[in-house]
């Protein structure tokens, strides 16, 4: 039976198929009676799942991150499609259909990381090379930041989300680099790999995304300063000399103030050059990431408009069509 | 006699030789006797210059945006470098090496128009053909569109400086466009073409670049709005028939929400992709433009630093050799 | 059977009256239940209505705006009045007794309206005398303005309150101009019948208020600047002669800057003498009569006090007796 | 010798009659020599004098607020008119021509008192009408409240400008209340005659206007509310019975709120109808006021704009003709 | 039987004793039926009762505040316990065991107030001991200061929180003082006595902890700078001369700033040594208070974050076994 | 001949004694004319140098920290002492009487560090004990450590200012500890040591204070995390086990934390209770010894008030007879 995807699901529509699971919660209602309410995705959007008088048994079958295979009911609720579950059960991932899904595929993952190296083995600088190196040989930390979300929600959350994120940063840095004479696209492209670093050790991917306790105490931009610490010191190991002091400081600096400004917990203003480039592009493609997603993802198919986000203070126009019609409005 | 660049004058050095004026400014000292501060700049950098008990008669020989010659003494002074002019007087432009300058060349600027023109016609959506040729035939407005500054300071404050902030924006967004593929590429580089066109009415060049009463009254953004009205309806006069609603809606918030937050003077926050897009393609150009040509004209070359700049609230981090030591730290 | 007031009615009484509906709104309970809930007024308040188990049908049988007639029974929830519907038709409007309602009567409508135009034709200066006839010429134009709210929420959020709003403005602007010797009373009285015009086509009257596509991407500041370089256009037909810059652009101004800050969105800060009194006006009306529509509406009739309003950051103060003791407290 | 008004001074005119002195200075030059700066002012505008070469002699021989003969040229210097002092001495102020200047006469100062008690007495709440009493009869007060500043620059800095204010706002709320029948504008008289009470004793006027101690520690605010303290006992024993605790509250209250918002000094938001309405016209009328004296001072009549003024964070428009060509754009 | 412990409850245990009641709520489900919530606490946290079904005679029978015997059922809901009541009756305060509960005993109020009076009487100032003294004769406000909360949240809410946190703070003053020889800590001391005075006018405490109308309307700020007016006056009688202006301005003073910031209501910032000091030590005590009881009262004692609170911005971290492990990790 | 302090200078004096130097500058006036400024200053206050037509000879005489030897004349201007300066030549410290000096005395440092050693070895736990060991054990750390300031201007900017900061913190942590239970001391007394440590690295104190570029680039809070993750290594080798991570993650937090807000610059606000201890006490001691200094070195003896600081926005208060009258108005 051909896939019904999340954006043709009809009201009272029976519905048996695979989706891919996030922020389960075991949730009591207005009577005291518990209900398991999880996010429910697949390439075309996402509604919220729910099973009535659930119990702990219920919310152990799966962790965020599964594929889960879902009976039940579509229904709409205040405009949105939500699905009532009648059954839920985590399923097999070797039997999935990726294409169906917006996460990487274990072949996207390989295909990133092996464009990741191949762009920090790019920069002809020693000690930046012997950096990234230290880097590469890492078994342990590249399995992690292959596999690692960006965030716990808004962009790239998803495994490889990081990942993709990072090489994304890379390979628009090199595109319009050329256009910025000033810029030293090798400290950039390095300032891309290294900036959301911290996340692995931030973030736990091992039961759902959710924040370690250092992840919370710490944050990523300190976490990620240790990390470096720690290869720097392997790099000067393979290089047989100090790295350039002047590398290690711009290098840390970026980390440091790629959030771009203090009330977004930056600790630092960017000051060098590569500095607000990585603030601006960081930011460029974490929101055109986000915006995309927040358009494919709204509930309500009918309206020309995505639902009213706080966190962003507005709504976002996804215009007719319940979408962008391309060929029609743009296209060089 | 070759060009002594201001990056290399020393104390007391004599010099007579071709300059940029700017700032043109007649002022009283403390006992009530009028000087004239000028900042000259080359391509390597800028300085202020001081004509002592100068008079209205000094003043009115040259404008700001002026090629000047100027006869002096450069002095050292709390660290910054100056220049007590003995005698300033407009140069012939026609017998100015234009590579010795930071801004455009009549032949910089025909060939940013070009491409300007190539890039609007490139896109195949007709209601925007039409619009971009309403303003490509108007050659008032490409008269004006093409020697405009982007600012009075800052950014891109140079003849010819919107036009080759415009054109970076275009050629920069067509780069990235195809790693977004949700990205409405025709509508993007509309939006960039358009969205400081108001400035041709904020700003005033006739001598100096200044505010018109209209721009502090009303501001570029509002008078982009009414400029991009009266093109709409060339527009559909060359097309036969209505620009779509949806295209003209489009295109209009991108001028109102290019600035994206509220206290930057933005009417609207960006709620199109192309919108969020635009406000932050606009941003890494400007910052990356300021930054370079901070660090370039610090009137101090033995500091790593830059001085402090208020509007940003920081120093800038020059490093080693006065700059940049590319070859050594990057490139790929 | 002589109407029971809003303020009147107690818990447990039956109720089988009409009442002018808002907000009208089918929503899902905790068990998936979909249950009507809508704003019900009459001039002495409003408390809310709700209908158990509606569906579809029943919210399609009255729109926002609509006098309705409901059956049901008043309860006191939490200390606030509501009232349970147990039926809910679209009333016949000619059957009403408008003394009954808070919002304006045809009759009103037209009295203001008569005002409108003899404020504006009392303006003796030829230019802006041309732009209030292309205005008052516009029966489209004058249809809409008439009829349109000044918001969806908050102050004048009714039919003919935009009118209201704007009219009331005009009457405390020739009050008070005597007092300011430099204010220019004729240019200060088309700012304030200017100012929010833009209302009218970023707000939909037709099927309960709501903001159109254009009103959420432009805003009506926008859209306020694109209809009045429409009329200034026909005024100058009008006139025979061009409406003197300076005046275009003092009334732009005012449109421009009304908001006071860019927090509140205002492109631009008011920087003439009637930009600021147009802003503080403003401001006066619109809080004098948000807050006694508060203080007038608020569900609990015992409490001195109102509910907390987060948008206000505060409670309102009502005194003792459900309101103001006029005559024992103040009055001249 | 008719008097030369400042707006009428030219470059190198000599100079020797009366103004109005306020901000003396006495300050060094860079070479340690003292001189005294001194603002002088008729109705038509204020410009900077400076005396070179004084000493503490010069500075003793008159005060801020005397009138001053000066002897002097005026100079053009950055675009602003200055006048260079040979000789400074205290006028006799009974010899002045009032008419001359824009502060009041003791005959303006007068009347406004007159016109308070009138307001005052015409509010028919015994409790406020004994308040009221207990302050007319207050002889000491009433000298003091008379002839104090509303502020130190700004709006009506000048003796009598308090009381010019509060008589201001007074008649515009009984202009205005008519139109919000909710307004209680007894007591909204009685918020305006208190709200700044506390500036007779925040503001010395002894010499020069300036910050008391108690003024800069406590506050007009905090002064106010132990001021009202004192005159509610007073009032209740000519009343012969206790002023209601609502009267007491709510007067309190608009003392408490009137600067509107937190971060102005307010300790509390306005929560009533009437000291929301206070704080809005107290705005109105400062800023009005403001607005037009920095239009009128401006230093530099050549310009259609006055200078920046970073406390407002804009220039303003004064337009054409050094002001506001009345009769041509506006008049009902 | 032995007390169950509200960190000791199980999912499904049977519960029957006493615990403090706050916050005391009636409110209505989805379908209108009441139920009562209320806030019961021991010393070692706080969980939510509900009695399902509830009418206003179950919410008479006790007030905020009141010891209450519950039984009922213990419940885990969305990770916390909470207590469905069967039924809730006052209980009699002398049979309770003061050791279960984290309010004060009468024997600890009577212990602070005599402490109190010791470190206000322990001051030698003359003026000073004169208003310390005129605050002590007086029984009414003693009653009143003694068992007042310092808060209706947050920290210190609950009969004597008041009284605790000012002599807390004096305590703190009085051990830090030697290490700042500019300190003035008799007036420091009075200063922290003095400061949230005007608590006592601003909540009332008479069934539950709410706001008067009179706190609301003026807070306790200006309550406090009234009750000190009428204290000072009394002061003066005793001492047979006036209380020295200096000393009452930096009183005052320290009440009008001890907010620390315009934003947070404080109408003054502190200007001298005390007032900054008396700043910084209530915001470190009111700090210290409030997250040790958010930690102590969180609700999940599985997990080692609290819940995230919304008014600090943040979770607080626990760490292991539900609280601080001592001996094992401090102590000097 | 005795030493006549700074706060005894009169006008005219002629000086020939030792000061204490800081924020050297050679200036050019407005004639282009060099001049060397320096802040000169003893224990009792200090006051501007000026040593005019000045060159670099002149600056290189001596460093911002040396004491000098200055001889010239006192001069008031615009109500400040200034001192004309004819000769200066730095002294030799030996010879100086460091009593009439505020900076510590070889012998204070002394006894702060065998302080602070003692307070560090006062903690039982551990993997504290080892950390604290591992510093006090790094002779070149803890010799810069004992001998830098705390900022470069503002609190604590002299050599040792660092050292009597922190022991101070220590100090006031340890008298207040036991009146909150929940605190644990150890980690408190770590934290207060750890905190600004980062500032070794971030100031240079080789000449004069100023930032170093790590310091620029990267602060003392990111420096500080790598210097504890270096000392955390060497402690696990003194302790043969590691340090508990939780220890290690509640030092790191504390660091990360201590400026409390986003705007301050700390990436991470505080969350447990001995960061939010730390964050406040640190800006207790910092204000309170910050006022302390300004108050005392206020320029104008004469005055009641501070000149205006902008960066606190407001003036202090000294009151009467240039300070504060302990024994008087204080005292227990």
Known sequence: MPRRYIQ???????????????????????????????????????????????????AARFDDGDFVRVKGTAQLYQG?????????QKADSTTVDWDDFACLTPADI?????????????????????????FLADEAFMARFTRGPAGVKN??????????????????????????PNLDLGLLLYGCFLHDMGKIEELSSDK?????????????????????????????????????????????????????????GAPKLP???EAVALHHLDNLDAKLHNFAQLIRDDS???????????????????GEQGGRGEGERGGV
């Open 80 to 88: 949105s499609m939500q699905l009532i579950v009648a059954d839920i």
């Open 271 to 273: 000051m060098t050059l």
């Open 300 to 318: 309500n198919p009918e309206s020309r408009w995505t639902m009213y986000h706080p966190n962003l203070g507005r709504k976002l126009y996804k």
């Open 8 to 58: 043709e699901l009809t009201h009272q529509e029976t519905v048996d198929q695979v989706f891919l699971a996030a922020n389960k919660q075991l949730r009591p209602n207005r009577n005291g009676q518990l209900y398991l309410q999880v996010d429910l995705s697949d390439r075309t959007g996402a509604l919220s799942g729910r099973l009535w008088n659930a119990g702990e048994g219920d």
């Open 208 to 264: 759902g995304f959710s924040y370690t306790d250092a992840g919370q105490l710490l944050g990523h931009v300190a976490q990620g300063i240790t990390m470096l610490d720690a290869k720097l010191a392997q790099a000067e190991e393979l290089l047989g000399e100090p790295v350039p002091e002047e590398i290690a400081l711009r290098l840390k600096h970026m980390i440091l103030s790629h959030h771009g400004e203090y009330e977004f």
């Open 110 to 134: 390989d295909r990133l990381a092996r464009r990741l190296a191949e762009l920090l083995r790019g920069v002809k600088v020693p000690a930046l090379r012997a950096l990234g190196e230290s």
């Open 155 to 180: 962009h790239h959350a998803y495994p490889g989300g990081l990942l993709e994120h990072v090489v994304n940063l890379m390979e628009v840095a090199a595109l319009i680099a050329p256009r910025y």
